[in-house]
């Protein structure tokens, strides 16, 4: 068991301290009365464990708002130093935490020749961390970063181990697969977006594309005339993208989630 309080200067006063207790569980299966007579076996454990961890990887001083130097202005007719606020923060940012829960088998077979590792977990993230864009409207000032939300992680990893002998030469092979289903869960009825190719919304992936969608390659221009506008250079070769809303008109209004 971990009991951690954990505090930090990157948070306001009130905001700066969090709590994050672990517990793991481990149950050596090889050495039980009913398991010890096989020889084929070399070791078998059973474990498992749930912790929460905070994260508070953001730049220092990102709860207020700073004055940037070195901006110039005019007054009077003259060009004078300066000094101006750049970009929003958020004063009640906190730490981001994450919960994992994890059950997982450990077995090593055949005298340590053979090693499998299996692993299922259960990850939640809640506050997230992460720089919130802003219209430019509000005098394209830079963004806040924000505790905004909550993503799932769940999956399953597996891991195996072989090693073997040729005479004097000794080899080993070690594959790996994975499996994970990312999904946001929470984001308080927002929508994030990235640039123009990213997006993050509750009940997809974090970050997902959000692109045009492909349906092929124009094969002549008779097919560039019978379709939806794309753009003034598209010729035989270029890709048809998708008119989503029907308007007969591709463009950003036409992108989805990929």
């Not at 020889?39 to 207020?64: H, P, T």
Request: proline fraction near 3%.
């Amino acid at each position: 068991a971990n009991f951690r309080y954990d505090g930090s200067s990157r948070f306001a006063k009130g905001k700066q301290w969090g709590f994050f207790p672990s517990l793991s569980l481990g149950w050596r299966l090889d050495q039980e009365d009913f398991l010890k007579s096989q020889e084929w076996l070399s070791s078998l454990k059973l474990r498992g464990s749930y912790g929460v961890l905070g994260n508070q990887a953001i730049a220092n001083f990102s709860y207020v708002n700073l004055i940037q130097t070195g901006r110039e202005y005019l007054f009077g007719g003259n060009v004078n130093a300066g000094v101006a606020v750049e970009s929003f923060r958020d004063p009640n940012i906190s730490w981001e935490t994450t919960r994992i829960a994890n059950l997982g088998i450990d077995a090593s077979l055949f005298r340590n020749q053979l090693e499998l590792a299996i692993d299922l977990y259960d990850k939640r993230t809640d506050d997230i961390l992460r720089p919130v864009t802003l219209p430019s409207q509000v005098g394209n000032l830079g963004g806040p970063v924000r505790n905004i939300g909550s993503v799932k992680n769940v999956g399953v990893d597996f891991n195996v181990i072989y090693r073997g002998k040729i005479g004097r030469f000794d080899y080993g092979i070690n594959t790996g697969l994975n499996y994970n289903v990312n999904e946001v869960t929470n984001l308080n009825g927002e929508i994030i977006y990235s640039g123009d190719k990213f997006i993050t919304k509750e009940g997809y992936p974090i970050d997902s594309y959000y692109i045009l969608e492909s349906d092929g390659l124009f094969q002549t221009q008779e097919q560039i005339n019978a379709s939806p506008f794309q753009n003034i250079t598209t010729k035989p070769g270029y890709i048809k993208f998708v008119d989503q809303n029907n308007d007969n008109v591709i463009n950003t209004d036409d992108r989805k989630i990929i």
